[in-house]
């Protein structure tokens, strides 16, 4: 797939992850213990061959350029093509009310020394691990001008997600703005594979309408006018823009039968690395069905948790069901159970919380409790 570019669009994406977004963008959020979300469409279009990946940022992505680095970690530090993060333009004090539209705009001459033919929009919140080949062989036999990639999910969802209708000949009839809980209705992963030139044309046409969003306005208004096709996505996909969905979808990886879909069914999702010891387990310490990453030591019990590096547990603590984040510090006798603990959290002896299962307790990166 050399002659496909991946953009990766961060401008108002989606985001109500609350307290764990105050410091970060939605893309940079830690995920699954030792990775952040941006990880996994990185690593998807990395796997599939795509060679030159562009990145829209927009605000809050001080967290986000330390984790990327050069992009050596992808196999994007290269001399040609590789990684091109595309900061946003402070000349305009009105711009962060602008829509994506206006920074694909305004960086349209990158698009212009760009060689590929095709193009992979994505947003950075999907959690799944894709071969996008396949993809781009529907879209040729299908002779369609975008496609669409969507999901079918029977299970109550809690993210927020785009409704999309598909027809027997999996055309796209209609697509809708976000909503929540939905229940067996397909939805859009918000992923377009589409010709570079039609990309850029409907930027410039959209531009000159005065419209901002490009699904909303560029795609969904001009559904009657293109030949739109939806591809359905059968593996594993977690969907992360609120609390509820990011608490759900990181306890799902306990279970064995979906992380072993999402990490070793298909290609490897990389990340940053760091050099850290193993977990220490001391004498007093009962873990059970938890994931414990490297750098953490552990004298308390542990039960159906994630546990990013760096953490301390100690001695008489009990996390259950609870997400904490690195480097933070369990102090002894702390019952804490149902929550999410940000980065370099402290929680001092003989507290005890108690979140609920659809509503998370959640401390926000650096508090003391």
Known sequence: MKNVMGIINLVNETDQLEELTYNRCIASTPFGGRYRLIDFILSSLVNSGVQKVCMFTQEKYRSLMDHLGSGREWDLDRKQNGLTVLPPLFDDPDESKKGDLYYFYCHRDYFFRCNEEYVILSKS??????????????????????????????????????QIKVNADQ?????????????????????????KELFLDLVETSIAKGWKDFITDAVIKNLDLLSVYGYKYSGYLGIINTVQSYYKNS???????????????????????????????????????????????????????????????????????????????????????????????????????????????????????
């Open 171 to 195: 055309k796209v009839s209609s697509m809708q703005g976000y909503h929540t809980k939905q229940q067996s209705d397909p939805f859009s992963m918000e992923m377009l594979l589409m010709r």
């Open 125 to 162: 919140h999907m959690v799944c691990n894709i071969d996008f080949k396949p993809i781009l062989q529907f879209h040729k036999e299908k002779e369609a001008q975008i496609t669409v990639l969507y999901k079918e999910d029977k299970e109550e969802l809690y993210s927020l997600t785009r």
């Open 251 to 369: 306890m799902d990886l306990l279970n064995a039968s979906l992380f072993n879909q999402l990490f070793h069914q298909s290609h490897s999702i990389y990340t940053k690395t760091k050099d850290e010891a193993p977990a220490a387990y001391k004498s007093s310490a009962s873990v059970l069905n938890s994931l414990v990453t490297n750098g953490c030591i552990i004298k308390g019990t542990v039960e159906n948790s994630i546990l990013f590096r760096g953490i301390e547990v100690g001695e008489g603590a009990r996390l259950k069901n609870c997400i904490i984040m690195p480097n933070s510090v369990i102090q002894q006798n702390v019952n804490l159970e149902n929550a999410i603990l940000d980065k370099h959290v402290i929680v001092n002896m003989d507290q005890e919380i108690i979140g609920d299962p659809k509503m998370p307790f959640v401390a926000e990166k650096q508090k003391v409790i």
